[in-house]
């Protein structure tokens, strides 16, 4: 019981914690008031009380394949979120003197989205122990056991991010946040393909002999860039398309933002 | 009267329309072959399932604990949460012959199984 919800609490919190680091690696240049971060928590807790609650109701709909469709959506509306802050630190890196609220909107939005898609499972998990109370308590201390350990590598994971220069971190947080997108695109399609709306097919490759997805490098890989064993060719096709779109995101906006600035000058 | 009557038409042409769509992928569907597992006392029943090669297979999962449970499989690429006393479908396949376990992630020790690709 106690390994069980370390592993369970570690897996959920790992995802969010290394977002958290990568954002707050990727603003390190600019001088931030951390009221984004609190609001963005406590917003991303309701969001995961709300769907726990509702998971229920949501998993019947469309004839059962609620659940796959709800996560692919918030997987598909993260995604997008991440498209715009890319646009967003771009520009606010190149023009130090622009608004920062909408940066902190959608890095706020990002965030509480994903809290709200782990947190909901950790709460679902919870929610199998409530009436019986000695299982609770071992479920709690292996769940502080776990959020402690997903947490120590965010930390971990974000002062390794602010060891670089700041441009070069900046860079390493928007080919994270690239990453991280294509593996929300990923998964989606996986989910969608569990529910029979996208066509399943037989696994491309099969890593699982070198990286197994059960293991602690292949969740991390999991966690930073979407890491499969046996994707399927469509999985690896959506995965390469949504990479190549943020490239597309990112060189526009560069490209917009650095002009405008030498003619501002 | 009249434009009543083109209304209702209308309307009855609609409905046509909408049974057919929503026939239609049912249909597609009846062919995908069923099978049943249960999830009781945090195991699943039965823990083997034999399905065959290259077709895809419409997996039903009673949970008939009042806990909740998360069916998941590395190797078959699949998790879903299941609710307490609810019924869950995940579709698997088509599959290349051997042995692909999963197991329920809240549950771990006890809730194993497998399926049997032939």
Redesign the interface.
């Known amino acids: 019981m106690l390994l069980?919800s370390v592993i369970?609490v570690l897996r959920e919190i790992l995802e969010a914690a290394l977002l958290i680091s990568t954002l707050l690696a990727a603003t390190r240049f600019i001088c931030i008031s951390h009221n984004w971060l609190r609001i963005s928590i406590s917003s991303g807790i309701a969001g995961a009380l709300l769907l726990a609650w509702q998971?229920?109701w949501i998993?019947?709909l469309y004839?059962?394949?609620g659940?796959?469709m709800s996560n692919a959506l918030l997987q598909a509306f993260i995604y997008v979120v991440i498209l715009v802050l890319i646009a967003m630190l771009i520009k606010v890196y190149l023009r130090t003197a622009t608004r920062k609220k909408p940066l902190f909107f959608f890095m706020g939005l990002a965030l509480s989205l994903s809290i709200t898609r782990e947190g909901s499972?950790i709460l679902?998990?919870f929610?199998?122990?409530m009436h019986t109370k000695e299982a609770l308590s071992s479920v709690m201390i292996g769940s502080i056991i776990g959020a402690g350990v997903g947490f120590s590598i965010g930390a971990l994971f974000y002062f390794l991010l602010s060891a670089f220069d700041q441009s070069i971190s900046l860079k390493i947080a928007l080919a994270l946040l690239v990453l991280v997108g294509a593996g929300m695109c990923s998964q989606a399609t996986?989910l969608l393909?569990?529910?029979?709306v996208l066509p399943?097919?037989?696994?491309l490759w099969n890593t699982?002999s070198w990286i197994?997805?059960?293991s602690l490098p292949g969740q991390l890989l999991y966690a930073l860039m979407g890491y499969?064993?046996?994707?399927?060719p469509l999985q690896v096709g959506i995965y390469v398309a949504s990479v190549l779109v943020s490239f597309v995101v990112i060189v526009v906006f560069h490209h917009l933002y650095s002009r405008s600035t030498n003619s501002n000058e | 009267m009249q434009t009543l009557k083109i209304q209702c038409y209308l309307c009855r042409q609609r409905v046509i329309y909408m049974l057919f769509f929503v026939l239609l992928p049912t249909l597609a569907?009846a062919g995908t072959p069923l099978v049943d597992i249960s999830i009781e006392q945090h195991l699943f029943i039965p823990s083997e399932i034999t399905i065959p090669a290259n077709t895809?297979v419409?997996l039903r999962i009673h949970n008939r604990d009042a806990?909740?449970e998360?069916f998941e499989s590395?190797?078959l690429?699949?998790e879903?949460?299941?609710?307490?006393n609810?019924?869950?479908?995940?579709?698997?396949?088509?599959?290349?012959p051997g042995a692909y376990p999963f197991f329920g992630?809240?549950?771990?020790?006890t809730a194993q199984g497998k399926v049997i690709v032939e």
Request: charged residues 25%; glycine residues 8%.
């Open positions: 069980t369970i998971l229920r998993s019947n004839g059962g394949l659940y796959e499972e679902i998990y929610s199998g122990f996986m393909i569990q529910a029979d399943s097919q037989r696994p699982s197994p997805e059960s499969e064993a046996t994707p399927s | 569907k895809k419409k806990t909740p998360e590395w190797e690429n699949r879903k949460v299941i609710m307490g609810s019924t869950a479908i995940i579709f698997i396949g088509p599959l290349l992630e809240f549950n771990p020790k």
